[in-house]
């Protein structure tokens, strides 16, 4: 140690200077697994993960390993820390094989935050309280920045229904929409319309349509019908589709992928 006059450590630079509203930490931890963006594209898409292991720390140093080639834009621990490993303005590889609303390869557009929990593999857990405030914090920091529609706020199992089941039906996406992050429709007044209609209804909130329709339904309860997730177009399911489908409509939303 020096006999320097001790000074508070200068602010990230980039877009990381900007303040979170709350009363989150922000800690920076940078991840070197990142590249340029594609040129002249929008970042307009919002990704939200679970770690899936063992331990928060585990997954932070998995994120910042160069051999695992994988990261996240931030990394949310259970007690509301947030850190920071890869600057928004570069494309972090969070979200793999990927498509929503007829865009693929999603980490050029996208934002991605990696929420701790052990996952479905090693004790899925709720979501502490702490831990989805500060989630929603960081949500609207990010939104304020980026032109990011709330039928663009989804999860990694929204875009990679086939390969991936995160953050799952644990989730608080009721609470975070409640808040501005994302959408959640209220109770459907109209009868629900017949399970022939549910791939429809799928393509045109983002799905891609070219899997297995257990798989798609899967992935759309886990989001939106978190009460059961069962992959069957029962009534209260295909009854959860249209009330999004008109959500979506209403948030002025163009027609389907
Ligand atoms: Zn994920």
Redesign the pocket.
């Known amino acids: 140690m020096s006999g320097a006059t001790p000074s508070r450590p200068a602010p990230p630079a980039g877009p990381l200077a900007a303040p979170l509203t709350a009363p989150a930490l922000l800690r920076p931890a940078p991840s070197p697994n990142h590249d340029a963006r594609p040129a002249g594209t929008p970042v307009d898409t919002l990704v939200l ?1 679970y770690t899936g292991m063992q331990s928060g720390a585990a997954a932070l140093a998995r994120l910042c390993d160069p051999a695992a080639q994988v990261s996240a834009h931030y990394l949310v621990e259970e007690d509301g820390t947030v850190f920071a490993l890869v600057p928004e303005h570069r494309r972090a590889w ?1 979200a793999g094989i990927s498509e929503w609303r007829g865009q693929q390869q999603l980490n050029g557009r996208s934002i991605g935050i990696e929420i701790v929990n052990p996952g479905h593999e090693w004790g899925y857990r709720d979501f502490p309280a702490l831990q989805m405030a500060a989630v929603c914090d960081l949500c609207l920091d990010i939104l304020s920045r980026h032109p990011i529609p709330p039928w663009n706020v989804v999860a ?1 199992s929204d875009v990679a229904p086939d390969r ?1 089941q ?1 953050p799952g039906e644990k989730f608080d996406w009721e609470g975070l929409a409640a808040n501005g992050v994302g959408l959640w429709p209220g109770p459907a007044a109209a009868p629900a319309p017949p399970a022939e209609q549910a791939l429809a209804l799928l393509g045109a909130i983002g799905y891609r349509t070219d899997l297995p329709l257990p798989v798609l339904l899967t992935a759309f309860q886990r989001h939106w019908r978190p009460a059961l997730v069962d992959g069957k177009a029962d009534p209260g399911t295909m009854a959860r589709l249209a009330a999004l489908h008109a959500a979506l409509v209403d948030a002025g939303a163009p027609p389907g992928a």
């Open positions: 993960h969070h990694h991936k995160d």
